[in-house]
């Protein structure tokens, strides 16, 4: 059989509740004592009121961000196959200034042409795709003004997800793409784990002997 609580006993649950969230760092807008059986005592209204506030409080509107950060991940997508068109152009060029052999030259000069040809292919999409953003945010903005509703073209720091950014997967993948191969940072710790004879153990154990000392004490 449940234990009825007196209203004194219900505040104190409710301020202990309030104190241990607290107490945790639990961001909270209120606790609410409520019963059925006791309106008059905890009455619902307070929850009412709360639910009253969040239903007035207006959405920002995220469809003009949503779509840029459309066009934004087409474009990322864009440079980082320039970003490998650009690095395998550069090594054939390489291949090019440093081989002699005429049938190696004329595969390279081939892949080169076949390069070539693929950066401006991007190039142009890249053109393109810039131009169908301007043209869409113009139309854009040009209905949101007609109804009332500002949509201007969000700036790229307003698609910023901080909390979503692996930092170290992107530098590792940067460095792929570049062709950069992992730094062995071994090297700069392999000493420390030598298999060596500490030469001052004694000293700091305050292990050593005065031999001075031990010939005076001597008769």
Request: proline share 5%; no cysteine; net charge positive.
């Amino acid at each position: 059989m449940p234990i009825k609580k007196t209203p004194s006993d219900v505040v104190e649950v409710v301020n202990a509740v309030r104190q241990t969230l607290g107490d945790r760092a639990l961001p909270i807008l209120d606790v609410i004592a409520v019963t059925t059986r006791k309106k008059q005592d905890f009455p619902i209204e307070p929850v009412l009121v709360w639910l009253s506030k969040w239903n007035t409080v207006p959405r920002a509107l995220t469809f003009a961000k949503n779509f840029k950060r459309e066009f934004t991940s087409y474009a990322r997508f864009i440079e980082a196959e320039q970003r490998v068109a650009y690095l395998r152009l550069n090594r054939l060029n390489r291949i090019l200034a440093l081989t002699d052999s005429s049938d190696v030259r004329t595969d390279a000069e081939e892949l080169q042409h076949v390069a070539q040809a693929e950066l401006q292919r991007l190039e142009i999409l890249a053109g393109e795709l810039h131009g169908l953003r301007q043209v869409f945010f113009k139309r854009l903005k040009v209905i949101g003004d007609a109804v009332g509703i500002p949509l201007p073209e969000p700036e790229e720091i307003d698609l910023l997800d901080i909390q979503g950014v692996d930092l170290l997967a992107l530098l590792q993948k940067e460095r792929e793409t570049r062709g950069k191969k992992e730094e062995d940072y071994s090297r700069y710790w392999r000493s420390l784990l030598a298999l060596e004879t500490p030469s001052h153990v004694a000293k700091i154990l305050r292990r050593t002997v005065d031999v001075s000392k031990l010939q005076r004490m001597l008769p």
